[in-house]
């Protein structure tokens, strides 16, 4: 096989050889062509490229990029200057054209993509069913058909030494803050890595606070999520390969805040939102607080509520505080197994499991069948949480407030509650408090947290996005209607 350019042997050199590495000499044309056969669509290579290439001559033509883009009827074909830029268009699913002193790239992707269907983590039950896949060129037409916006904007990142994979940050040009811009960029810069495999190795590398259970970057399937996201202001960082887009920055109340809240209607979601904080707090709370009274203060409760109690625990071998901790772990290796089953046995899998060992464990007589409500109800509390980073931190923590209540009471439960609540205050996600709006007492940021205020009410953007680093001088706002 003749190949006709040194800088054929260039590119063939820095690449190891595999069996669908080609290399397909073009003698009219006198060019080599190189393409890797596994990623790229082979019909458009035969079709598109090699057989006009193998027909028309090249001689005397006075502009071989004027020439390429006549003859070859194809959307994508650009100059590479450099022998790495030409490798890396060779590794990211195009064909190269190798002349005497330069290298062309021409677009012919050939991969299998996943067609977009409903997230299975983020079920709507009134809105758009269509999610994020693994091609972030599927994304990024999903995400622009819904923001057909000129002010739109791709800054495109290649983070990984061996991976190569490539990052965008995603944001509205005249709306994001520039110095939140200007700080995202600067920390996708600053990522060190052989491979960047999933978007969630990205968020632990961008995060604030590297030792805080609490996530600061919102990973979310749903392209209207991200829209919404992006007219307040936030950005929006997409990883090839991965169905995940992260969202920053991320406030506590973001995490309990749904597509359906907007959805339907105002009172129906402020309902669905009260409901979640509720959730939050049995999910936390009340395993602790049964210790509590139980253990150190019988006497807040009812008499009869007491004598109650003590009735179901008569005969159990464990103290209160082991079975609880027992029925908690219980719980959770009947859910991650649930979670590790294949899908059709896995749903069933946990709420039998759950039942069937529920029930035999107070016949056994190892548990009281209140601490199995206690428990069951803490578990219904964490599945009404929609995040599941945010629902797993709150099913973790359960367990050292356990700990601090069996030592201390009450005081325990709260003291822990308390310093839990002063972590939160100090943690920041790109500079914006996690604990925005309440600690500002920004009166329009308040209407959309707790409640979900008629449409018409909500028309300013948040100040916290719009200006994380200046709180003195956030009075002015965007409407969202400008």
């Not at 994001?176 to 811009?181: G, Q, Y």
């Not at 206690?374 to 709150?394: M, R, S």
Request: with cysteine; aromatic share 8%.
């Amino acid at each position: 096989m003749t190949i006709y350019h040194k800088t054929t042997h260039m590119l063939l050199h820095r690449i190891h050889p595999s069996f669908d590495v080609v290399v397909r000499p073009v003698p009219n044309a006198k060019l080599d062509v190189v393409f890797i056969s596994s990623i790229v669509d082979l019909t458009r290579v035969e079709d598109r490229l090699l057989k006009p290439l193998t027909h028309i001559s090249i001689k005397r033509i006075p502009n071989l990029s004027v020439w390429l883009n006549d003859t070859l009827h194809l959307a994508s074909i650009k100059r590479a200057s450099t022998v790495d830029e030409a490798l890396q268009a060779l590794l990211d699913n195009s064909a190269v054209l190798c002349c005497s002193n330069e290298y062309f790239v021409v677009g012919v992707q050939g991969l299998t993509r996943r067609t977009p269907e409903e997230p299975a983590t983020e079920v709507a039950i009134r809105g758009p069913r269509d999610g994020f896949t693994e091609s972030i060129d599927t994304n990024i037409s999903l995400l622009r058909t819904r923001m057909k916006n000129p002010d739109l904007t791709f800054d495109k990142f290649v983070i990984g030494e061996r991976s190569k994979t490539t990052v965008l940050l995603t944001y509205i040009r005249d709306l994001a803050n520039a110095d939140l811009v200007q700080e995202a960029t600067n920390r996708l810069r600053q990522v060190k890595i052989d491979g960047l495999l999933d978007a969630g190795i990205l968020e632990q590398w961008i995060e604030d606070n590297h030792w805080s259970p609490y996530p600061q970057i919102q990973a979310t399937e749903r392209p209207d999520k991200v829209a919404a996201a992006l007219l307040e202001g936030r950005l929006a960082f997409f990883v090839d390969g991965t169905p995940f887009v992260l969202l920053a920055p991320a406030v506590f109340i973001s995490f309990f805040q749904t597509s359906d809240d907007y959805t339907q209607r105002w009172w129906s979601g402020t309902a669905l939102r009260t409901i979640r904080l509720i959730a939050l707090f049995v999910s936390i709370f009340i395993p602790s607080f049964y210790i509590a009274l139980t253990m150190f203060n019988p006497e807040l409760m009812p008499l009869n509520m007491t004598l109650q109690l003590a009735a179901t625990r008569e005969g159990i071998p464990l103290p209160i505080v082991m079975e609880a901790i027992t029925m908690e772990v219980m719980v959770e290796l009947v859910r991650e197994a649930g979670n590790r089953m294949p899908q059709q046995m896995g749903q069933s899998y946990t709420i039998v499991g759950g039942l069937v060992i529920g029930d035999i464990a107070v016949q056994a007589g190892i548990v009281s069948p209140i601490m199995v409500v206690a428990v069951g109800l803490t578990a219904l509390g964490a599945f009404a949480i929609p995040n599941y980073e945010a629902a797993l931190v709150t099913r973790m923590i359960r367990f050292p407030m356990l700990i601090a209540t069996s030592l201390f009471g009450i005081i325990g439960t709260l003291g822990f509650a308390l310093i839990f609540l002063a972590h939160l205050s100090t943690l920041k996600s790109f500079g914006v408090p996690y604990l925005t709006p309440f600690g500002q007492l920004s009166l329009p940021d308040l209407k959309d947290t707790f409640a979900r205020p008629p449409v018409q009410v909500t028309t300013l953007r948040p100040a916290a996005y719009l200006s994380p680093r200046s709180w003195l001088g956030r009075a002015r706002y965007r409407a969202k209607k400008d």
